[in-house]
């Protein structure tokens, strides 16, 4: 059975910084590429950061770019996200996905809040 499990959520100031990590189990990690979407209250899905499973080529949203990073640890089986310099508009429950051609997998999500 295939979990993904992410954690590292949390309230911060504006300004402040997170690492959401996301640990999957019942698949081959080192195949699939990684993604972090996240999902702003009252909005859509959207796709924040992606990083494939050949060379650890990364994409980003534009808006944070600059701001966050995406990382695998294939040893560890976990994809993390850094997040920096963090805006109100960055409050969004977060997702990882793992794909592989047309298999998906998601996590259930970890709330990220930005407020002073």
């Known amino acids: 059975q295939v979990q993904l499990v992410e954690s590292g959520g949390g309230s911060v100031q504006p300004g402040g910084s997170l690492r959401l990590s996301c640990t999957a189990s019942g698949l081959t990690f080192s195949s699939y590429a990684m993604q972090w979407y996240r999902r702003p209250p009252g909005k859509e899905l959207v796709l924040v950061a992606s990083i494939n499973n050949n060379f650890g080529t990364t994409d980003y949203l534009d808006s944070v770019k600059g701001r966050f990073t995406i990382s695998r640890d294939n040893a560890k089986n976990t994809v993390y996200l850094q997040m920096h310099s963090l805006k109100p508009e960055d409050a969004a429950v977060y997702y990882c996905?793992?794909?592989?051609?047309?298999?998906?997998?998601w996590g259930r999500g970890t709330q990220v809040t930005v407020s002073s």
């Open positions: 996905k793992a794909h592989r051609g047309m298999t998906e997998y």
